[in-house]
């Protein structure tokens, strides 16, 4: 069984302030297969954080359906983790009680929460920093925290929204490696949205690349390209020359779009 089928997704959004609607998302079709690591790439405002809230079960479309494991989606749930672009922390709570906060809120009592974080700690590699508060951590741990927070309850699925663009060069290429790693390790299936090619093409086993907006399915890549990944091989730039002359496709008709 696939792990998310998305069924000709429709999203408009009401903009009431300006009395008019929005099509965000059109008619998007899109089958993600169980440990799959899907990559959403697009231009901004394509619609790649609308068509992952809508997985997530934030927002609901106005047309289509949205399943996961199977069931369809009809708001959040513990089988899908979601890390953002900000580790939205709690600034009052020591990392091992940020990881393990929905532990907290199900009643969980203090010495199991604080064992169960620690296989996640472990995992992120922030051993050592389980004491810490949030305004102790740089970006890259504090990502690295809210990872562990959405493995802890062991999802099937992963959503993730650009969680290393306010990262530095050098931390973000770490932190693409340890994902990797812990995607291996874990097999789950993960959906990352990101604007960068280089990014896609380091993770995913897939890419699926939206046009402009209103967001439509461009084209869907399987990238077999083997691990680590080496961003100077002869395929991965063919794959990243095809990619890219998608995107300047789109630019260019979205240009004339706007000077008709
Ligand atoms: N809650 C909302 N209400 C109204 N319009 C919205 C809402 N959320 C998103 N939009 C609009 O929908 C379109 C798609 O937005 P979305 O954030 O999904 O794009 P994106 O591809 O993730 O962009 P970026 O890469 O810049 O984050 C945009 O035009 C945005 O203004």
Redesign the pocket.
């Given at each position: 069984m696939a792990s998310i089928e998305l069924q000709n997704i429709t999203k408009i959004?009401?903009?009431t302030k300006r009395k008019r609607d929005?099509l965000?998302i059109d008619d998007v079709s899109l089958t993600v297969e169980r440990n799959e690591f899907l990559c959403l790439l697009?231009?901004?405002?394509?619609?790649?954080?609308?068509?992952l809230?809508m997985i997530a079960g934030f927002e609901k479309p106005t047309k289509g359906t949205v399943t996961v494991g199977g069931k369809p989606v009809d708001g959040p749930g513990a089988d899908r983790g979601m890390v953002f672009q900000q580790a939205t922390l709690m600034p009052w709570l020591p990392v091992w009680e940020n990881i393990a906060f929905h532990l907290r809120l199900k009643g969980w009592r203090k010495a199991d929460r604080r064992a169960a974080a620690q296989e996640y700690i472990d995992l992120v590699g922030l051993k050592g920093f389980e004491n810490h508060y949030p305004a102790e951590l740089s970006g890259g741990m504090s990502q690295r925290v809210g990872i562990a927070r959405a493995l802890l309850l062991n999802p099937q699925v992963i959503l993730m929204d650009?969680p290393f663009a306010a990262l530095d060069a050098q931390t973000k290429m770490d932190m693409q490696e340890e994902l990797v790693a812990i995607w291996q390790k874990q097999r789950c299936t993960i959906v990352f949205?990101t604007?960068s090619v280089d990014e896609a093409l380091v993770l995913g086993t897939q890419v699926a690349v939206?046009t402009s907006?209103p967001?439509r399915l461009r084209e869907r890549i399987e990238l077999d390209l083997p691990r680590p990944r080496d961003i100077t091989s002869p395929r991965f730039n063919d794959h990243k020359r095809h990619i890219l002359n998608l995107i300047r496709e789109e630019g260019l008709q979205q240009r004339q779009v706007a000077a008709a």
């Open positions: 959004y009401s903009d929005l965000a697009g231009s901004s405002g394509c619609g790649k954080s609308t068509l809230n650009e949205v604007h939206l907006r967001g």
